[in-house]
């Protein structure tokens, strides 16, 4: 995020036990905290969907 990239979170194939194994709620709020912090809001499930050219 400092260098200007972007975070997919989510479990997957790696639960984060570091992390107490959140749910991707959990894990979302854990990254968008910081990126908020940068002055880059999140973006809505629709902006992700056109970014990913998704219907």
């Not at 200007?4 to 959140?22: M, N, S, W």
């Not at 912090?37 to 969907?49: C, D, F, K, S, W």
Request: proline share 13%.
């Amino acid at each position: 995020m400092e260098r200007g990239g972007h975070v997919f979170p989510g479990i997957g194939d790696y639960p984060y036990p570091e992390l107490g194994f959140p749910t991707n709620e959990e894990l979302v709020r854990f990254f968008a905290t910081p990126g908020r912090a940068q002055g880059r809001e999140p973006a809505t499930p629709a902006e992700a969907r056109s970014m990913l050219g998704l219907t």
